[in-house]
C-alpha cells in the first residue's frame, strides 16, 4: 500500500509539470496520498506538516525564501540589479563568464530555493544574450547546483562522509569530471544561438554592447557612464559592485560566515537592499518608494507556497519509511543487484522524487554501507550513490531551486525541464559510468 501512494504521489507531481499546474499545490496533495497509504497515516502526516512549517529548520527555510524574494524585488525596484550586472560587466567583458559566475557565487548560500536570489540577474544578462525564459532557467539552476558534485562544505556530502568515513579527497576527482561534464554542456545549451525573444530587453547595455558592454567598440554601452535612467555610474567599478551586491553580501557574510539563523541574515539582507545603494534624489524619498514598492510587494508568496508544498512532500516520504522498504528483498550480503539498488537505484529515485539531495544520500547510505564490509575498494561505490543522488536532485521536476526560478521568470515549466536533461543527463551517465567500474574492481 505505501508503495502505491509513493507512485500516485510521483505520477501526480509529473502530471503537475505537464500540464502546468502549480507544483507546489500537487506536490502538498501528494504528501497527503503518501501519509493516507503508509502506516503511519496521522502520525506522519502531522510530523511532516511539523518538520516542513513550524520546527526551525523547515520555518526557517520558508522565512528565508521570502526575505530572498523580497531583496530580489527590492534590487530591482533601486536600480542595484542593473549597477551589479553592469559593474561586473566592466570587470569581465564576456557576458557570458558573466552568467555562470552569477549562479554560481550565490551557490555559496547552499539553502533550498536561493537559486531565486540569482534569478534576477541571470534574467537580466540573459535577455541582452538573447536567451529563452527556459535557457535561463537552465542557467540559473545548472551553473549553480553543478558545483554539489565536489562542494566541500555541502550538507549532503558532509552527511555521507560522516556515515561511511570516506574522506573528501575521494569524492573530489570524480565529481570534479561530472561538474565539468555538466557545465560544459550546460554553456552548449544556454548560449547557442537562438532567436531573439519578443520581451523587452534589460537596461542594462542597450547600447548594442550587451550586458557587459561586450563588444569591439570602444565607445559600448558597457564603458557608457551613465545609466539608463540617466544616473552617473560610480567611477570605479569594484566599489559599484561591491555598492550594489551589499545586500547579498550581507548574506553570506552572517548567513554563510557566522552562525546566525539564516532567515535573520536574509532580513538582515533586505534592509540593506532598503538602505543601501546609489540615491538620485531624496535618500528617504528614495527608501519610502523602495519599501513601497519593492517591499510591501516583493514576497512571492506562489514561490514560497512551492517551497512549502514541495518540502512537505519530501518529509512525508522520508517519515513514511516507505524508499527504505525497498531493501526488503535484495538480501543482506553485496552482490550486483544489493549495490546497484542502494548505490545506485535508491539514491537516484529518492533525490528525484523528493526534489532534494539530502534524502537521496541519507536514506540510501546508511542501507549501503553495512553492504560495504570486506570489500576491497569501498569507498568508490560511496562516491558512486553521492554522485546519483546529485544527478537524481539535478534532474528532478520538484527541484525546488527549478520551481522557484522557473516561477520568477515565467518561463514553460515542461520545456525548461526537458533542457535540464542534457547537463543532468550527462552527469547521471557518469555517475553510472562510475559506479559499473566500482562495482566491477569490487566483485570481478
Given amino acids: 500500500m505505501p508503495y502505491l501512494g509513493l507512485i500516485a504521489g510521483a505520477i501526480l507531481i509529473i502530471a503537475a509539470v505537464r500540464y502546468r499546474v502549480n507544483v507546489g499545490i500537487a506536490a502538498a496533495v501528494a504528501g497527503l496520498i503518501v501519509a493516507a497509504t503508509s502506516g503511519g497515516g496521522l502520525a506522519v502526516l502531522t510530523a511532516s506538516l511539523r518538520e516542513a512549517v513550524v520546527e526551525p529548520a523547515g520555518l526557517t527555510l520558508l522565512v528565508s525564501i521570502a526575505f530572498i524574494t523580497m ?11 542593473d549597477d551589479l550586472t553592469r559593474g561586473i560587466g566592466r570587470v569581465i567583458r564576456d557576458a557570458r563568464v558573466v552568467a555562470f559566475m552569477l549562479p554560481s557565487l550565490v551557490g555559496l548560500l547552499s539553502v533550498p530555493g536561493s537559486s531565486v536570489f540569482s534569478a534576477p540577474l541571470v534574467d537580466s544578462v540573459g535577455r541582452n544574450l538573447g536567451m529563452t525564459r527556459e535557457q535561463r532557467v537552465t542557467t540559473n539552476v545548472m551553473f549553480r547546483h553543478g558545483w554539489y558534485y565536489i562542494y566541500p562544505i555541502y550538507a549532503p556530502l558532509l552527511l555521507i562522509q560522516q556515515i561511511s568515513g570516506v574522506p573528501y579527497s575521494a569524492f573530489l576527482l570524480p565529481g570534479a569530471v561530472a561538474s565539468l561534464a555538466v557545465f560544459v554542456l550546460t554553456a552548449r545549451t544556454v548560449f547557442r544561438k537562438v532567436p531573439l525573444t519578443t520581451e523587452p530587453r534589460s537596461s542594462i547595455g542597450d547600447g548594442g554592447g550587451g550586458l557587459c558592454g561586450c563588444s569591439d567598440d570602444s565607445t559600448n ?4 557612464p551613465m545609466t539608463a535612467s540617466g544616473a552617473m555610474m560610480p567611477a570605479r567599478p569594484v566599489y559599484s559592485i561591491l555598492m550594489a551586491a551589499s545586500p547579498i553580501l550581507v548574506v553570506l557574510l552572517f548567513g554563510v560566515g557566522t552562525s546566525m ?22 535618500y528617504l524619498k528614495e527608501v519610502a518608494r523602495r519599501f513601497r514598492e519593492g517591499a510591501v510587494s516583493g514576497i512571492d508568496w506562489q514561490v514560497v507556497g512551492t517551497v512549502a508544498g514541495t518540502v512537505f512532500f519530501g518529509r512525508t516520504i522520508v517519515n513514511s519509511q516507505v524508499l527504505a522498504s525497498m531493501a ?3 538480501g543482506s550480503s553485496a552482490s550486483v543487484l544489493s549495490l546497484f539498488v542502494f548505490g545506485f537505484v535508491l539514491p537516484f529515485l529518492a533525490a528525484f522524487i523528493t526534489g532534494s539531495h539530502l534524502p537521496g544520500v541519507g536514506v540510501a547510505g546508511p542501507l549501503l554501507v553495512p553492504l560495504l564490509g570486506g570489500l576491497p575498494k569501498p569507498s568508490g561505490l560511496v562516491v ?21 526560478t522557473v516561477q520568477y521568470l515565467k518561463a514553460d515549466t515542461r520545456s525548461s525541464w526537458r ?18 567500474v566500482q562495482a566491477a574492481a569490487n566483485l570481478l
Avoid: E, Q
Fill in 221 to 224: 554601452a558597457g564603458d557608457d
Fill in 261 to 282: 539563523n539564516f532567515s535573520i541574515a536574509t532580513a538582515l539582507g533586505a534592509l540593506t537592499a532598503l538602505l543601501v545603494a546609489r540615491s538620485d534624489g531624496p
Fill in 419 to 436: 533542457m535540464l536533461w542534457g547537463p543532468g543527463g550527462a552527469g547521471l551517465l557518469l555517475a553510472l559510468l562510475f559506479w559499473a
Fill in 71 to 81: 531583496i530580489g524585488n527590492v534590487m530591482k525596484v533601486s536600480g542595484a540589479l
Fill in 328 to 330: 526488503a528483498g535484495t
Fill in 384 to 404: 558512486a550513490l553521492y554522485m546519483a543522488a546529485a544527478s537524481g536532485y539535478l534532474l528532478s521536476p520538484a527541484h525546488i531551486c527549478f520551481l522557484s
